[in-house]
């Protein structure tokens, strides 16, 4: 490898200023870092679609500041329902009331994307020792016993003492750790938030409701205090099963949702169709560090979104990481990236595994789906057991209770 040309600048370079950059910047920098982070979009800007974000991640943004914010600009669920896509019938709830909130000392918000970056983005500016750069696509990266030195597509190049790769589920960065690819699974989804007048048919907008059924699912739920409402569609298409090359296109969108119930037909049309996701994770790996390099977020550890959880990892990440950097050195870099990741991957592998058997749970067909369906009915709604390992305090590493 190529020694870095200049003397490393003290502190650390993130690439790429997605949820998990920002969050990081954060939490390194409160841990008296001074951060730098290049974003290759010319702002910072997310899609126009709701994220949820669970008690692990609100108890963080609590201790970074920024929940209050986000309260107000978002909206409190009263429940996580779930329902029949085919009967319409309601399977099972979990109350989010004072009792769950008490028992995970977080709310479970629900939010505009673009309202979360923007806190985000507000937070970091308002840190003297943060610095946020755009149009910076990172093609380089050189690394030395003493520091990083990475090149962006202009030509400009900034050196640090360590660099931490937030660059998402093509992360480049992790090409350097982690030889391997992102696996399709075939599922593909199509999102976005929408006036709420302009759909004609939806739940109770207290709720966050999920529809369920064979090889599909339906989410709703409001925004920016009720007054959006975010509506996703996923299925597994047939199309990219026959290898066909254009696949899960609108068309078949509106196939595959034609025999369920008449609550989520109605809701179709008012469904953004403008751009569609095809859903990919990786395959859990025990390390994301080397040396000076580190991952967070989708870089580290993709997951298939059925659990809600890609954005609240990667802000346990940045908390994790900045409790490992904090008090260490320059020179101590590499063994906290090492702790980090060894603190950070047993739990962030579970919530990926346990996100592909979630998605297959929702999708089952068959008497696979009676059987779920039985076994959701007789659940009781104050029934933590299968969320204590998500969302409880014991569930990560400890540095990231407030
Ligand atoms: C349909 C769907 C629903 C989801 N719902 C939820 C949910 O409800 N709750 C939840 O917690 N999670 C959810 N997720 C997951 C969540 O969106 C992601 O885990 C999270 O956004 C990852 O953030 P990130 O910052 O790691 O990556 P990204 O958001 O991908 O950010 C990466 C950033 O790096 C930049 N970049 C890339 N390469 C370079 C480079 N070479 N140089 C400079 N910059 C670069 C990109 O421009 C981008 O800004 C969902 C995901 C999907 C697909």
């Known amino acids: 490898m190529a ?3 200049e003397p490393a600048e003290e502190g650390l370079i993130v690439v790429g200023g997605g949820i998990g950059g920002l969050a990081t910047a954060l939490a390194v920098a409160g841990a008296g870092w001074s951060v730098r982070v290049l974003e290759r979009s010319p702002d910072f800007r997310e899609i126009g679609a709701g994220i949820q974000l669970a008690p692990n991640a609100t108890r963080l943004l609590d201790r970074w500041g920024l929940l209050d914010r986000l309260v107000d600009v978002g909206v409190l669920p009263s429940r996580l ?4 896509a085919m009967s319409g019938r309601e399977l099972t709830c979990l109350h989010l009331d004072e ?3 008490e028992t995970y000392k977080g709310p479970y918000i629900v939010l505009h994307r673009s309202d979360l970056l923007a806190a985000l983005v507000d937070a970091c500016r308002s840190r003297p020792t943060i610095t946020l750069e755009v149009d910076k696509t990172v093609t380089e990266v050189l690394e030395d016993g003493d520091g990083v030195e990475v090149t962006c597509s202009d030509g400009s190049r900034r050196t640090a003492s360590a660099l931490v790769g937030a660059d998402g589920l093509w992360s480049a960065i992790r090409r350097r750790i982690v030889d391997d690819e992102p696996i399709c699974s075939g599922f ?3 999102r976005g938030a929408v006036p709420l007048e302009a759909v004609s048919e939806h739940p109770s907008l207290d709720d966050v409701v999920a529809w369920i059924g064979p090889g599909l699912h339906f989410v709703q739920y409001p925004l920016r205090r009720g007054e959006l409402y975010n509506q996703v569609a996923v299925f597994r298409s047939d199309e990219y099963a ?3 090359e254009d696949w899960g296109t609108p068309e078949e969108l509106d196939r595959r949702f034609a025999s369920c119930c008449p609550q ?5 049309p008012a469904l953004r169709r403008d751009n569609r996701w095809v859903m990919y994770d990786r395959e859990p790996v025990a ?3 080397s040396g000076r ?3 967070v977020g989708d870089a580290a550890h993709p997951m298939l979104q059925y659990l809600a959880q890609g954005a609240c990892q990667a802000f346990e990440d940045a908390a994790c990481l900045g409790a490992a950097l904090q008090g260490r050195g320059a020179d101590e870099v590499a063994a906290a990236f090492g702790g980090y990741s060894d603190a950070r991957s047993p739990q962030a592998s579970r919530v990926q595994r346990r996100a592909r058997v979630w998605g297959d749970i929702w999708h089952v067909d068959g008497v696979g789906a009676l059987l779920r369906d039985e076994l959701l009915l007789q659940r009781d709604p104050y029934d933590y057991r299968h969320i204590e390992w998500l969302y409880g305090p014991t569930a990560s590493c400890s540095w990231r209770d407030a």
Not at 81 to 84: A, C, D, E, N
Request: glycine letters at 4%.
């Open 99 to 101: 009792k769950f909130r």
């Open 287 to 289: 390390s994301w560090s």
């Open 264 to 268: 989520v037909v109605a809701a179709l």
């Open 293 to 295: 390099i580190t991952l």
């Open 81 to 84: 329902v779930l329902r029949s």
């Open 188 to 190: 593909v989804s199509y």
């Open 3 to 5: 020694a870095v040309a």
């Open 242 to 244: 026959r290898g066909e």
